[in-house]
């Protein structure tokens, strides 16, 4: 149990430095790919009916976990909550998006998903920083 409580909550410290700067890459890719989510949610009538099914568990499914991902995902990244578990589905959405949905387009079409699915990489290894919700939680957890 502790090592996926530390690797949920890491203890390692980083520099202030290191930190604020884990702390802007995870407000600026959180906003962006927040503000994708909340584009899908607003044309979601729309987008039910032409949403791919690369998984086959429905358009509307689809789209429903696609939002999930880049909504939920998007706000627990920013504020370091369940940082690492919340990047997973949005690491999957972008895999998906760039080897499944663009899978026989130019590089341009998938270039925005394999720079998301970058970033989210670096911070799924780097964890949140000592700005975070995770860092509270493994602090309080240490006492």
Known sequence: MTKLFHFLFPVRQHARPMSFLLLALRWVFGSFFLWHG?????AFDILQQQFPDPLGVGTTFSLL?????EVLGSLAIMFGFLHRLALLPMMFTMCVAIFSIHAGQPFAEKELAVLYLSVFVLL???GPG??????????????
């Open 38 to 42: 909340l584009q899908k949610w607003a």
């Open 65 to 69: 976990l696609a939002i999930s991902a």
């Open 124 to 126: 799924f290894i780097s």
């Open 130 to 143: 000592r700005y975070s919700i995770d860092r509270l939680i493994a602090e309080r957890q240490e006492d």
